[in-house]
T-cell receptor, first 108, second 117 residues
Framework: GQNIDQPTEMTATEGAIVQINCTYQTSGFNGLFWYQQHAGEAPTFLSYNVLDGLEEKGRFSSFLSRSKGYSYLLLKELQMKDSASYLCAVRGDYKLSFGAGTTVTVRA | GAVVSQHPSRVICKSGTSVKIECRSLDFQATTMFWYRQFPKQSLMLMATSNEGSKATYEQGVEKDKFLINHASLTLSTLTVTSAHPEDSSFYIC?????????????FGPGTRLTVL
């Protein structure tokens, strides 16, 4: 089965940095994805990790450790528009399984 | 590129009626499409995997006779919620898989908000 855990909520100040952790236990591993989802909208792709290490893409970075079953998404220089739900998803043997999502609230 | 559309974006129907939701990949061919359901403040739950020209594979607990999936072409999959009831009210999202830049990636449609009265 699949078990993906991430915190429910996080709050941070505009301009700050927030790190969202994700731990997983899955049958098979073929990559880990991070998606951003605003309320009432579909998820949008942020990052993909299949090898250990850090992937940087602008203000967003994602890290993966396969041996620890652990990933994090780092959001830098937070902006108000970054307030959203962030979903950690793991591709197992044949499907993508999602965590429950972390709601990030950015305050002025 | 890699745009997925869904129609309708919102639908309100009476209990007992059937609702069809279309999912289209606009600028690429998708051999595999996925249907998800998302309840408020919960994550996406995979309902079924749809392959062009073959029967859909349903996840455990999803009734295949209630949620009919047809994947008639490489760019279109449909989900029909039959005899809808209020508990079927949810956000339904499709995604289409393609192999861009060497990796399989899912692109999500904008979702369909279904409300059953």
């Amino acid at each position: 089965g699949q078990n993906i855990d991430q915190p429910t909520e996080m709050t941070a100040t505009e301009g700050a940095i927030v790190q969202i952790n994700c731990t997983y236990q899955t049958s098979g591993f073929n990559g880990l994805f991070w998606y951003q989802q605003h309320a009432g909208e579909a998820p949008t792709f942020l990052s993909y990790n299949v090898l250990d290490g850090l992937e940087e893409k602008g203000r967003f970075s994602s890290f993966l450790s396969r041996s620890k079953g652990y990933s994090y998404l780092l959001l830098k220089e937070l902006q108000m528009k970054d307030s959203a739900s962030y979903l950690c998803a793991v591709r197992g043997d044949y499907k993508l399984s999602f965590g429950a999502g972390t709601t990030v609230t950015v305050r002025a | 590129g890699a745009v997925v559309s869904q129609h309708p974006s919102r639908v309100i129907c009476k209990s007992g009626t059937s609702v069809k939701i279309e999912c289209r990949s606009l600028d690429f061919q998708a051999t595999t499409m996925f249907w998800y359901r998302q309840f408020p403040k919960q994550s996406l739950m995979l309902m079924a995997t749809s392959n062009e020209g073959s029967k859909a594979t349903y996840e455990q607990g999803v009734e295949k006779d209630k949620f009919l999936i047809n994947h008639a072409s490489l760019t279109l999959s449909t989900l029909t919620v039959t005899s809808a009831h209020p508990e079927d009210s949810s956000f339904y999202i499709c995604s289409a898989e393609t192999n861009l830049a060497g990796g399989d990636e899912q692109f999500f449609g904008p979702g369909t908000r279904l409300t059953v009265l």
